[in-house]
């Protein structure tokens, strides 16, 4: 959800044009302006892909816990390190089972995904987990284990 979460950050930036395919008696079309991040193709095309990226993960352990957690080890498109850094290949057998998990959920939960997004919820990973999925583990079920 960080990854869905940093493009619709980017996105809301800018505008599209969206439209009817039905045409008015003058022959012209309704088109107007929408924030692209509330665009439904821009959304569609957005959670097609963004399982690509898990392999910029890597499992980290914490030291103290031993609590496992994925975290982004990889730069960012147009972070100043981001041209040298796609230079070298990484691959982990991490990264499959990620993007399978990525893509479960993608598929779960996608109308809720996108519910979220059109109330644009600031912490789609919280909101996902906490309000719209059965996904996360709530600290208290945590503590009982």
């Known amino acids: 959800m960080d990854e869905v979460e940093y493009d619709i950050?980017?996105?809301r930036q800018?505008?599209?044009?969206?439209?009817?395919f039905r045409v008015n008696?003058?022959?012209t079309q309704e088109?107007?302006?929408?924030?692209?991040a509330q665009s439904e193709a821009f959304l569609t095309d957005l959670l097609d892909k963004v399982c690509e990226r898990m392999n910029d993960y890597?499992?980290?352990?914490?030291?103290?816990?031993?609590e496992k957690t994925f975290k982004r080890f990889a730069p960012r498109k147009g972070d100043k390190i981001y041209k040298e850094f796609k230079k070298f290949y990484f691959y982990s057998d991490t990264y499959r089972s990620l993007k399978f998990a990525c893509?479960?959920?993608?598929e779960e939960?996608?109308?809720?995904?996108?519910?979220?997004?059109?109330q644009e919820a600031h912490s789609l990973a919280?909101?996902?987990?906490?309000e719209k999925s059965d996904l996360c583990e709530t600290p208290t079920a945590h503590a009982e284990l």
């Open 14 to 20: 800018k505008k599209t044009k969206v439209g009817s």
């Open 58 to 66: 890597r499992l980290e352990e914490d030291p103290v816990t031993k």
């Open 9 to 11: 950050t980017k996105a």
């Open 103 to 106: 893509e479960t959920i993608i």
């Open 109 to 118: 939960y996608e109308d809720e995904i996108f519910s979220l997004i059109a």
């Open 25 to 27: 008696p003058d022959g």
């Open 126 to 130: 919280d909101e996902l987990c906490s």
């Open 31 to 36: 088109r107007r302006k929408i924030p692209l």
